[in-house]
């Protein structure tokens, strides 16, 4: 028998390694501006082609390279960052692992011209899925400049489940502005498909995020400076009233590297605790600094996620310099009275000189309950008012005009889908009224009653399925129409989010939405669905956004459906609202006329049945 084991070809190797370093073009960017930042360039020039895809190039005025280091970079495991496993404790630069750019050229046309300040020549070299076809002198002048073309054109598998292109290029610009951030001293210019997106010159941190995300955080950051013997940390938290639902910006960077810590993200959120809603958080912008040897970043190519020896140390540190800052700043929250319809009350100054009105003094007033007082005798005097009990009996009557008559056989009917775990049918409910009593428990589900036992219903879940359906059928008929705004409102977005909007704004304005381009990744919402009332339609426009950057290519299939789904969640009656008992009966009447009552469009049930014999065992 042979044997079976062999040693897979380096271009193998390479090509699964790639797997695992880059996952789409942001990766690619992301490897190769580290890898200029640690040449010690100082601009560095970023241009794209369809989000990446047809390239990706990087040039910059950095150390450069020899001939015989530009064809060896390309090896794996080759690197010129450290040279012994005991330097994995002292780094300072990015990159260490001498993976990147064999991974690269195993999945893309790679060509590099590179040359050092003292050298004559240069060098060029093309390589194509990891072979190299051209090496030779070239005259190129200080610094690097890399061609990514074609990426994943010799894996057709993993290119074709790449994202469209917004998607690609808004992941794209997410990492950019993490590498631009930390690294504020160099300049940097980002190019897609000749429009250039950013132009970012050299200056301070807070230059920088002010260049990324708007002038508008100029007056919201509060600086936050600690240093300890165990780490130092410095940066910028805004303030409490800049808190958002959504499109939060917060980053964290470790020694000028990024990372994700739930850990030390749960420490800021405590600090904020009382100051923000729970449905709120912070943006933030922290640069943790510590001895290389006390953290550990080798525990995945991606390198975003860090160890330190001493967390929970750093994490008190973390808190109390969030806190403090806060403090220090003043950024408690206010109390706010409100002065609407309030009494007059008298005030006592002390003074004799002054002669206060007469006022006749009654010893059981109570200012704070003489708005509603006030109120309550005017009601009285709407001569209308006055026939409330007949208008009430006439509501009865009319209700029990409407109620139909309970078959003789539809309790056992129903019984038989208990007993079977069927859902129930909407034509057999609405075809009775089984309902006793209907009741609220916890402003989060309502109880209906029958003979056979209790059914419990999400009011929330309920009234999502009622929107959706709605909207679903309003979009089958071509009825959509919508509702002009008072006042428009204006909507700011990242360059990332931007990039989303643009592909998305046809299928938004599809749904009820007009919106209007206002230059500077600013829209104006100037109309939403008149079948939606009283939301917050910012917050529905950035819950669509999130939703698209998880969408593939094949957005048409989907996309009204998921568009209605999020204006469903976010119009729809939430856990928490008190309902009045024609709120109740109005609910639940909408929700079992429909042909599919019993689960969301994500698959979640609406309703539970409790059959009696089930209340029964509860009580043996």
């Known amino acids: 028998m042979s044997d079976v084991i062999r040693l897979l070809p380096d271009s193998v190797a390479n090509q699964i390694a790639a797997g695992e370093v880059i996952q789409r073009p942001a990766s690619v960017v992301k490897e190769l501006v580290e890898n200029s930042v640690d040449a010690g360039a100082t601009s560095i020039q970023i241009v794209l082609k369809e989000a990446g895809k047809n390239l990706i190039q990087i040039i910059d005025n950095g150390c450069g390279m020899s001939a015989a280091d530009a064809r060896l970079a390309f090896e794996r495991h080759s690197t010129s960052k450290i040279s012994q496993a005991s330097d994995l404790f002292s780094l300072h630069t990015m990159g260490f692992r001498g993976e990147a750019l064999a991974s690269i050229c195993a999945v893309a046309q790679v060509e590099l011209r590179t040359q050092r300040a003292d050298d004559e020549m240069g060098t060029v070299i093309n390589i194509n899925g990891s072979k190299v076809e051209r090496q030779e002198p070239f005259m190129y002048g200080k610094g690097t400049n890399f061609m990514i073309k074609n990426l994943f054109f010799n894996v057709p598998a993993r290119r074709k489940f790449l994202k469209n292109n917004q998607v690609e290029l808004s992941n794209i610009l997410r990492e950019f502005e993490r590498l631009a951030i930390v690294n504020h001293e160099i300049e940097f210019l980002l190019v897609h498909n000749d429009s250039t997106l950013h132009h970012l010159l050299p200056g301070t941190l807070k230059q920088r995020i002010s260049s990324l995300f708007g002038h508008s955080f100029d007056t919201q950051l509060i600086p936050v400076e600690v240093s300890t013997s ?316 999130d939703s698209f950057a998880h969408c593939g290519d094949n957005l048409s299939t989907k996309i009204y459906s998921d568009i209605a789904l999020t204006i469903a969640r976010k119009a729809a009656i939430q856990s928490g609202k008190s309902l009045s008992d024609d709120e109740m009966n109005q609910l639940v009447n909408d929700l079992f006329s429909l042909e599919e009552p019993n689960y969301t469009p994500d698959g979640k049930p609406v309703y539970k049945v409790m059959s009696v014999d089930d209340i029964a065992k509860m009580f043996s």
Request: proline fraction near 6%.
């Open 230 to 545: 165990i780490a130092t940390i410095n940066g910028f938290i805004c303030k409490p009233e800049n808190a958002r639902k959504r499109n939060q910006q917060q980053f964290m960077f470790v020694n000028g590297r990024f990372m994700r810590h739930p850990y030390f993200h749960k420490a800021i959120m405590l600090a904020y605790e009382q100051l923000i809603p729970n449905d709120q958080q912070p943006n933030y912008f922290l640069n943790f600094t510590v001895e290389p040897s006390s953290i550990d970043v080798n525990i995945h190519p991606t390198k975003t996620e860090i160890k330190f020896e001493n967390e929970q140390m750093v994490w008190q540190i973390l808190s109390a310099a969030v806190k403090e800052t806060l403090g220090k700043f003043s950024v408690a929250p206010s109390i706010d009275f409100d002065t609407e319809d309030a009494p007059d009350i008298p005030v006592f100054t002390g003074s004799s000189n002054l002669v206060a009105p007469k006022i006749a003094v009654n010893p059981s007033y109570n200012p704070f309950t003489a708005s509603s007082k006030s109120h309550s005798v005017k009601q009285s005097a709407n001569p209308s008012a006055q026939n409330w009990s007949q208008l009430y009996d006439s509501f009865l009557s009319d209700k029990s005009e409407r109620e139909v008559q309970q078959p003789d056989n539809f309790e056992s009917k129903l019984s038989s889908l208990i007993d079977d775990n069927q859902p129930i049918s909407p034509k057999l409910v609405n075809e009775t009224d089984i309902v006793r009593k209907l009741m609220q428990v916890n402003n989060r589900y309502i109880i209906q009653s029958s003979n056979l036992g209790l059914m419990l219903i999400d009011q929330n879940r309920a009234h999502t399925v009622i929107l959706y359906n709605r909207f679903m059928s309003q979009h089958q008929n071509s009825i959509i129409s919508s509702q002009s705004v008072l006042f428009p409102e204006v909507l700011h977005l990242s360059a990332a989010q931007n990039a989303i909007l643009e592909s998305a704004i046809d299928n938004i304005q599809a749904v009820g939405f007009e919106m209007g381009f206002l230059g500077n990744n600013t829209w104006s919402i100037n109309a939403v669905p008149s079948a939606i009332r009283n939301i917050d339609s910012k917050d529905v426009i950035l819950s669509v956004i």
